[in-house]
């Protein structure tokens, strides 16, 4: 698949009621007598079925149909009619699209004269744009309105102006202010990804950017937006100094302004899951595990708003979810959400960031492993190697490779495991990553692999599991010692490792 394959992977994201209702919304718009666009439009999406765009395959589809459109002017087409689909489908799914909706709508019937049903119209435009703080909306509204005291002048025509006036006032005050808290939420973002760190000491930036006034008081009752995004930056600012619980409590009054205005969180809801993501996050690095099932509870709830809130909540809620099972050793649970997250891979191949896949293929491979189903473990591992990514999760994948000798071990799949061993050894040498844990644990296997006999086998594990203790202290930080620490301790002790596990 090239990069060129932009519309299969926008065809690929749309839900099934959005391709339902692009397919009746072309139907109307029929050029000629053939719908040349909703034909390609139905050939790529068949094509998805097998993941796989191929460009010829679908002109001569075409053409075979009967259809002489020339392909590439057919998807410059098809893109606007599904973006202009899609504008419909969503007009009413947010404030902010309804209201430059009904800004449209009054606009027109403006144009017909229809003062009075437009002026009707209005007053309900505002009641909301005032309800959701949606401050730019409210001063084209407050334009328009304008417009029709001009039309209509009546006695107390002074009174309305004032109150426009009043209204204008208060919006720009609310946007000048969002704006200014944008750009500190943006600047501590930047802190975050070490990017201003070259023009001044990151200690004196962070001391700067926390004591802007507008981070001292709360806007909650003035602004949505700009209490929303002083805790967001609250938090980040804590982050950057070390305070987790700091960061925490902020995102903890987040979740209490959310639920104060409830409209705001069903109008913007994966704001909300991403929100209700970064708190567990603290939790987790806090180890707040008894807060997590209620979290989790509200993200889920969350997912039945659209298919990309149903992509965050698996991105980030299942995740968590694993993360928070593994912590608290609930094995069973855990694997239950396995065919779950299997699903989710699927559906969501070409959004998930691969970081996140392969964190998913990691800890799915663990928790087999330490229930030891080692060729399940096995099977999710090969899925984990099949593809090498240079730049990301570099971490994830040396220690897969750890992995391999383990299970390959368990699976008494001897030889190869003395290809993997060498292979990986060399690898590492090569790229310069046979260190101290990878030089300890390749010569434990070096001695399993020589040694026939697998009554000597404990005795190999016995000194290991002492000499690995002694380093313990350099090496914890490794990923993958924990593992090592908990397979050598049940080889040693004659236990499971899911019982090890189970007390660690």
């Keep these: 698949m090239n990069r060129k394959d932009y519309l299969f992977f926008l065809i690929d994201s749309l839900s099934p009621s959005e391709k339902r ?11 000629g007598t053939q719908n040349e666009y909703l034909a390609v439009f139905d050939g790529i999406d068949k094509q998805l079925e097998v993941g796989v765009y191929d460009e010829r395959a679908l002109t001569q589809a075409l053409r075979k149909a009967g259809h002489k459109t020339v392909l590439r002017a ?12 899609m504008r419909q489908f969503n007009e009413e799914s947010n404030v902010s699209r309804l209201l430059q909706s009904r800004l449209m709508d009054i606009d027109f019937l403006l144009e017909k004269g229809q003062t009075s049903k437009a002026m009707a119209l209005l007053r309900k435009a505002k009641t909301m744009a005032w309800t959701y703080h949606k401050f730019m909306p409210l001063l084209a509204l407050l334009q328009a309105e304008r417009r029709i005291l001009r039309l209509q002048q009546t006695r107390n025509s002074l009174v309305t102006i004032e109150e426009i006036e009043k209204g204008e006032d208060q919006a720009l005050q609310c946007i000048q202010e969002e704006s200014e808290m944008r750009r500190l939420y943006d600047r501590t973002y930047l802190v975050i990804r070490g990017e201003m760190h070259a023009r001044q000491k990151k200690e004196k930036l962070i001391d700067e950017l926390a004591a802007h006034p507008l981070l001292k008081v709360s806007h909650a009752q003035k602004s949505f937006g700009l209490e929303l995004l002083r805790l967001l930056t609250l938090s980040d600012l804590a982050l950057l100094r070390g305070d987790t619980k700091r960061s925490r409590a902020a995102l903890y009054k987040l979740i209490c302004l959310c639920d104060d205005h409830p409209h705001q969180s069903r109008d913007e809801p994966l704001r909300y899951i991403n929100i209700l993501n970064n708190y567990l ?3 987790l690095q806090l180890q707040r595990f008894d807060e997590f099932p209620g979290i989790l509870r509200r993200m889920k709830q969350l997912g039945d708003h659209s298919r990309e809130a149903r992509f965050q909540v698996f991105r ?3 995740f968590s979810e694993m993360l928070y099972l593994l912590n608290t050793r609930q094995l069973k649970a855990c694997l239950a959400l396995v065919p779950e997250i299997a699903v989710g891979l699927k559906a969501f191949e070409h959004k998930l960031p691969v970081s996140r896949k392969l964190s998913f293929l990691y800890n799915i491979v663990a928790l087999f492993f330490f229930n ?8 999710w591992l090969n899925r984990l190697r099949e593809r090498d990514y240079p730049d990301v999760r570099r971490d994830i994948q ?3 490779r750890l992995f391999q000798w383990v299970i390959l071990f368990e699976l008494n799949k001897f030889d190869l495991l003395d290809a993997a061993l060498r292979n990986s050894i060399r690898f590492f040498r090569q790229h310069q990553m046979m260190n101290t844990f990878e030089t300890m644990l390749s010569n434990v296997f ?4 020589d040694e026939a006999d697998s009554r000597k086998h404990k005795l190999i594990f016995k000194k290991a599991k002492e000499k690995f203790m002694q380093e313990a202290s350099a090496l914890k930080t490794e990923m993958f010692f924990e593992e090592v620490q908990l ?3 049940a080889r040693v002790s004659g236990k499971s490792l899911a019982e090890i596990y189970m007390t660690a």
């Design 74 to 85: 057919a998807k410059n087409y098809l893109q606007t009619m599904i973006l202009r689909s």
């Design 316 to 318: 980030n809620g299942l």
């Design 487 to 489: 397979w050598l301790e």
């Design 446 to 449: 070096l001695q399993l692999l």
């Design 372 to 379: 030891e189903q080692f060729s399940d473990a096995n099977r």
């Design 281 to 283: 996050n603290s939790c």
């Design 398 to 400: 040396h220690a897969a």
């Design 21 to 31: 209702y692009f397919r009746l919304f072309a139907q109307r718009h029929v050029l």
